[in-house]
Nanobody, 129 residues
Framework: EVQLVESGGGLVQAGGSLRLSCAASGLSLDDYAIMWLRQVPGKEEEGVSCISSGFGTTYYSDSAKGRFTISSDNAKNTVYLHMNNLRPEDTAVYYC??????????????????????WGQGTQVTVSS
């Protein structure tokens, strides 16, 4: 069974940084695409970034480009999201999720969270102005 556990969220001032972690079990990162997505109450989920460690590819939403970096540590079976220059509009609950088509990473990431599953419990990120 695939299980994902997110951590690393918190309260930070605008312009600050956070590193989120997604610890995965029941899978090999090389065989999956991993997405970081976020959700604000009352709004649709938004895909932020994706990674395929097996194919060495990444994808970023327009809101994440230039500020966020996704990475993976296969030895720890963990995917990270390094977030810099945070803005109040980045405030959300952040989740990681998986898809079994890493070879088409860009396509599935453009489709968005609806094609990703096994979400974890999420980690809250709050950015104060």
């Amino acid at each position: 069974e695939v299980q994902l556990v997110e951590s690393g969220g918190g309260l930070v001032q605008a312009g600050g940084s956070l590193r989120l972690s997604c610890a995965a079990s029941g899978l090999s990162l090389d065989d999956y695409a991993i997405m970081w997505l976020r959700q604000v109450p009352g709004k649709e989920e938004e895909g932020v970034s994706c990674i395929s460690s097996g194919f060495g590819t990444t994808y970023y939403s327009d809101s994440a480009k230039g500020r966020f970096t996704i990475s993976s540590d296969n030895a720890k079976n963990t995917v990270y999201l390094h977030m810099n220059n945070l803005r109040p509009e980045d405030t959300a609950v952040y989740y990681c999720a998986v898809n079994r088509r890493p070879e088409i990473l860009a396509q599935i990431c453009r489709i968005g969270p609806s094609v990703f599953g096994s979400w974890g419990q999420g980690t809250q990120v709050t950015v104060s102005s």
